[in-house]
């Protein structure tokens, strides 16, 4: 509870400042009635509008349905017309059932068409078993009796049992004789339901409806947007009386008029050409359904904007007795201030300026202090007051002081951090200097901030060197190069990057672990610095690798001195706690401005530079070259493109028969992929297939290949019954064979399309049986089992012995085409040639001779007692569109 004197101050208080606390509550009133008596204005305008828009709509929809209505009703009417034309043409032979068969006359359910004679008898009739039925007593039988006009005649509603036992409308015309008299009748009877159904778009919405309304004021047939609420409760209760004229809109009263009792805007339009009046209902409550979530929110939002209103009033008025009573307890406030200021931890001064006779500004006077601000200057506060600035400064220089006071005293204030040099009185590095001008005088804030800063000093040190070896780092290098090439561009000079990879480094890690790799580290980054100019720095980038800066060159051999001192201090063995190593150094070198104008341009270039080092041998350097970036960049794009086309499967396969080299027949064939590039068109494997090795893409391009041949041999199968399918081979790389299961590749593309293995053949070269002998005799053996042929492609031009065939068991071995090309040179090519074959049939293989382009080849393979022949001799590879006619 406040205490009695400080509770009467404050009652005077208040009532003294009656009109504050009355102002802002009598001005949000007062905002508030104005703006509710506007909104609500504005929402009843709205709905009047936007009523006046859907009874509109309603009449314009119901003017669309009138004329659908019309033309629905002429068609019918035609059709009547062509039934009673065809009648008189047929001498009254005509058969409306034949019609109907013959698609003349509608069959739906909702159709039927008869003819009645004089006698109401059913003379003819679209639907089977019912001529001859008396049906003379209807109303539309009986209307025509009595016209002595041709004219349509359109009956209410009816349910006729005789034949489609439902609700028809009923359509009619008269008959009529040679003499004009009255002969019968033509009808059509039709559904309600597809006369309204005509107009099926003019609904809108749910709860919307259409209707028909005879002449008489009859309800002829009606629809709702939905047909479930139509036969519960969505119908019209009555006809409602409209008014005679045209067309015309209104919005009635649901209660009244409508099953479901819901209001709705209605309107209607007159076909007066068959006393027609088509009639469409928007539901009110859908058609004013987002006004009414408008109106809901406004007002919603309206209540909640009134309650910010009186809560800012209030808080208007709390802030406004707020600032008045601060007003009210200034002067108590200004004799505290002194404690105030004494029981914090900055130093606070005012200061006034000295002019002198001439006006101009000349110094500063001490006017007051706190104690902690005279401690500063290590003075006592007495000492302090009446000093000016330039006596406190008697041995130090007091400019920037007198410069930072004269801004303040221009700009009104000035904050901001000074360091203090080491003559100033002020007992500090580091200090934040905060000054505003008060009148005449400045107030002055000072804060010591020594710790701050070197704690900072201390976070940045740490962020920009390299831990393990004392380096700078890769942040400090992203900082420090954008100035050192500002300064190359304004002294013209040359800098230079060389970017340094130590060789060797993984195995040393894999070899004796990370702690031996740290060690190896620190040594590297001290011969890089006994290595380099005095002013040129060296960088620890990450892992092994490191980045030395050159700048102030004047010739880009500077660059290459500096790398050739630091492969010379990389020739001596580290020498380590695990043992001896030998470490060599790639470098790669850019120059700045020809290499690159902005840092990671020079970075990206030098480490390019380095990798063409290390793709040439190692331990060197070299200077960036446009055409290695170049040529590296193209086939980077040319490893995507073909990774690219492996997913998409942009391969296709042809083919290239061999042939019996006494018969001619073809007796099998190779399956040679081609990339069918989206732009280069046709690429030749010798153009992708080493990098597919390369990268390991031809694991999965394998699997496509053998995918493809097997769903080829399936579709030759199916459509070659007649003719004997020949076996295709496929080339199976030695990393595939070596990496993956081939076998079960093989198995699963034979199984997929029901492919014997004895149509499938695999070729090998040399170089795939380079490992563990027995390790490929078990995997080819697999492969065998299946009944797979093993081929033994380019032989003659790989590694393999004559014992790793005989163990291997090899069903066909395949002459590398460069022995076949020696055939015609000479005898020497000869008896090599038979030396081969000799050979393999002693081992039990085939031969097939590759390569194999002229006549001559072929006669010299022949007499050798060569089996097979293959080359463009016998035929090219091709597609598979085209390989039918030549080997299937």
């Known amino acids: 509870m406040l205490p009695t004197r400080t509770l009467r101050a404050r009652l005077r208080f208040l009532y003294g400042n009656y009109r504050l606390v009355l102002l802002w509550p009598l001005l949000a009133t007062v905002l508030a009635a104005v703006a509710w008596v506007l909104l609500l204005r504005d929402l009843e305008y709205e709905e009047t509008g936007r009523s006046l828009v859907a009874a509109k709509q309603a009449e314009l929809l119901a003017k669309g349905y009138a004329d659908q209505l019309a033309r629905t009703v002429e068609g019918i009417d035609r059709l009547i017309l062509h039934v009673r034309y065809d009648w008189s043409l047929t001498h009254g032979r005509l058969s409306l059932e034949n019609a109907a068969r013959a698609g003349l006359i509608p069959t739906a359910s909702w159709f039927f068409a008869g003819i009645l004679d004089r006698n109401g008898k059913l003379v003819a009739s679209s639907l089977p078993s019912t001529s001859g039925d008396y049906i003379g007593d209807e109303s539309y039988f009986l209307a025509q009796q009595r016209s002595a006009q041709d004219a349509l005649y359109i009956g209410k509603p009816e349910h006729v049992g005789t034949w489609q036992g439902e609700e028809v409308l009923f359509f009619s015309r008269r008959l009529e004789d040679a003499n004009g008299q009255f002969d019968g009748v033509v009808f059509a009877s039709v559904s309600p339901s597809y006369v309204v159904a005509q107009g099926g778009e003019q609904l809108y919405g749910p709860s919307s409806f259409l209707a028909v309304i005879g002449s008489d004021g009859a309800l002829c047939a009606e629809q709702s947007a939905r047909e479930s609420d139509m036969a519960e409760n969505a119908g019209l209760a009555a006809v409602p009386e409209l008014l005679p004229k045209q067309g015309g809109h209104a919005l009635l009263n649901g209660a009244r008029w409508f099953t479901d009792r819901r209001n709705r805007f209605v309107g209607w339009h007159r076909v007066d050409q068959y006393g027609l009046t088509a009639?469409?209902?928007?539901?009110?409550?859908?058609?004013?359904?987002?006004?009414?979530?408008?109106?809901?929110?406004?007002?919603?939002?309206?209540?909640?904007?009134?309650?910010?209103?009186?809560?800012?009033?209030?808080?208007?008025?709390?802030?406004?007795?707020?600032?008045?009573?601060?007003?009210?307890?200034?002067?108590?406030?200004?004799r505290s201030y002194r404690m105030a200021t004494e029981g914090g931890t900055e130093g606070f001064y005012i200061v006034r300026p000295v002019y002198s006779e001439a006006g101009s500004l000349v110094d500063f006077t001490m006017v007051d202090c706190n104690q902690i601000g005279a401690r500063m200057f290590q003075r006592r506060r007495?000492?302090?007051?009446?000093?000016?600035?330039?006596?406190?400064?008697?041995?130090?220089?007091?400019?920037?002081?007198?410069?930072?006071?004269?801004?303040?005293?221009?700009?009104?204030?000035?904050?901001?951090?000074?360091?203090?040099?080491?003559?100033?009185?002020?007992?500090?590095?580091?200090?934040?200097?905060?000054?505003?001008?008060?009148?005449?005088?400045?107030?002055?804030?000072?804060?010591?901030?020594?710790?701050?800063?070197?704690?900072?000093?201390?976070?940045?040190?740490?962020?920009?060197?390299d831990v393990l070896t004392g380096l700078p780092n890769r942040h400090w290098l992203q900082g420090y190069l954008p100035d050192a090439l500002q300064r190359a561009r304004t002294s013209r000079s040359l800098l230079a990057l060389l970017f340094i990879d130590l060789d060797g480094f993984k195995g040393v890690n894999d070899a004796w672990g990370h702690a031996a790799g740290d060690e190896v580290l620190r040594t590297a980054a001290r011969r890089l610095q006994e290595a380099i100019r005095p002013h040129d720095c060296v960088v620890r980038l990450a892992g092994d690798e490191f980045v030395v800066v050159l700048d102030n060159m004047r010739q880009k051999m500077d660059a290459a001195h500096v790398a050739e001192r630091i492969l010379r201090a990389f020739d001596d063995d580290f020498r380590l706690e695990k043992g001896a190593r030998m470490l060599g150094v790639s470098i790669g070198i850019s120059v700045f401005p020809d290499d690159g104008e902005s840092s990671d341009m020079l970075l990206q270039n030098a480490d390019i530079a380095m990798y063409s080092v290390k793709t040439s041998g190692k331990h060197g350097y070299r200077f960036f070259n446009q055409r290695f970036y170049d040529a590296l960049r193209m086939r980077l794009q040319w490893e995507y493109e073909l990774r690219k086309a492996v997913e998409r499967d942009e391969f296709v396969v042809y083919y290239q028969p061999r042939a019996d080299a006494k018969t001619g027949k073809?007796?099998?064939?190779?399956?040679?992929?081609?990339?069918?590039?989206?732009?280069?068109?046709?690429?030749?494997?010798?153009?992708?297939?080493?990098?597919?090795?390369?990268?390991?893409?031809?694991?999965?391009?394998?699997?496509?290949?053998?995918?493809?041949?097997?769903?080829?041999?399936?579709?030759?199968?199916?459509?070659?019954?007649?003719?004997?399918?020949v076996p295709v081979s496929i080339n199976v790389s030695s990393r595939q064979f070596n990496e993956t299961d081939v076998a079960q590749t093989l198995k699963s593309a034979l199984d997929r399309y029901g492919i014997p293995p004895e149509l499938l053949e695999v070729e090998l070269t040399e170089s795939s049986m380079m490992g563990d002998a027995m390790q490929v005799a078990r995997s080819l053996n697999v492969i065998q089992a299946m009944g797979v042929k093993l081929l033994v492609d380019d032989f003659g031009t790989g590694y393999s012995s004559l014992s790793q065939l005989q163990l291997l068991d090899f069903d066909v071995l395949k002459v590398d085409k460069s022995f076949t090309g020696r055939l015609e040179a000479g005898e020497s090519g000869v008896v090599f040639y038979r030396a081969i074959i000799t050979m393999a049939h002693e081992l039990g293989m085939r031969v097939v001779a590759e390569g194999v382009e002229t006549a001559r080849q072929a006669s010299i393979l022949k007499d050798l007692d060569c089996d097979e022949l293959q080359g463009f001799y016998i035929s090219k590879p091709l597609s598979a569109q085209n390989i039918g006619a030549t080997a299937l």
């Open 279 to 334: 009639m469409v209902g928007l539901d009110a409550a859908t058609v004013l359904e987002p006004f009414l979530k408008r109106r809901s929110q406004l007002l919603r939002v309206a209540g909640w904007a009134t309650f910010v209103l009186g809560l800012f009033a209030l808080v208007a008025t709390s802030l406004s007795l707020r600032l008045a009573w601060r007003k009210y307890q200034m002067e108590r406030t200004h």
């Open 382 to 465: 007495e000492e302090m007051n009446g000093v000016t600035v330039s006596a406190l400064y008697a041995h130090a220089d007091p400019r920037t002081l007198q410069h930072i006071l004269q801004q303040s005293l221009s700009a009104g204030e000035f904050e901001g951090e000074v360091e203090v040099p080491a003559d100033s009185p002020l007992d500090m590095r580091w200090a934040h200097v905060k000054v505003v001008r008060s009148g005449d005088n400045l107030a002055i804030t000072l804060r010591d901030i020594s710790a701050t800063k070197a704690h900072v000093a201390e976070l940045e040190r740490r962020t920009n060197e």
């Open 666 to 725: 073809i007796c099998s064939m190779e399956a040679l992929v081609r990339w069918q590039h989206p732009r280069r068109g046709i690429v030749s494997p010798a153009e992708f297939i080493p990098l597919a090795e390369e990268t390991g893409l031809i694991l999965r391009l394998g699997e496509l290949v053998a995918e493809k041949v097997c769903g080829q041999l399936g579709a030759w199968r199916e459509h070659s019954q007649s003719v004997d399918i």
